[in-house]
C-alpha cells in the first residue's frame, strides 16, 4: 500500500473508496507529484504533499490526511450529498 505522501497511491485509494460506497461519477488523473479526482457537484479533490484539498460548499478550504481515505471518503460523500441537493433546487425553481 502506498503511503500518504504518494499522490498516486493516495489517490487512487481515495478513489476506490468512494466507488467502494456507491459513487459511481469519479474522474482523476494521476501524477507522481499531484493527483487530482473530479466527484459530481462540482467538486474537485487535489492530492499533494500528503493531503487531500478541496473546497467546501461553503467556498472554505479543506485539508484531509493522505492517509485517511475512509474518512476523507465520508467527509466528500456529505460535499457531494449537499451540492446535488442545492442542484435539485435550482432546477426545481
Not at 46 to 57: K, L, S, V
Not at 68 to 92: F, I, K, N, Q, W
Amino acid at each position: 500500500m502506498a503511503g500518504p505522501s504518494d499522490p498516486v497511491g493516495s489517490a487512487q485509494a481515495l478513489f476506490a473508496e468512494l466507488r467502494r460506497r456507491g459513487l459511481v461519477r469519479v474522474y482523476g488523473a494521476v501524477h507522481a507529484k499531484v493527483s487530482v479526482l473530479s466527484l459530481p457537484g462540482g467538486v474537485t479533490v487535489w492530492c499533494w504533499g500528503g493531503a487531500f484539498t478541496w473546497r467546501g460548499r461553503d467556498g472554505r478550504e479543506v485539508v484531509w490526511a493522505a492517509g485517511d481515505p475512509v474518512g476523507a471518503a465520508s467527509r466528500l460523500l456529505a460535499e457531494v450529498a449537499s451540492a446535488e441537493v442545492e442542484v435539485g433546487r435550482a432546477v426545481a425553481a
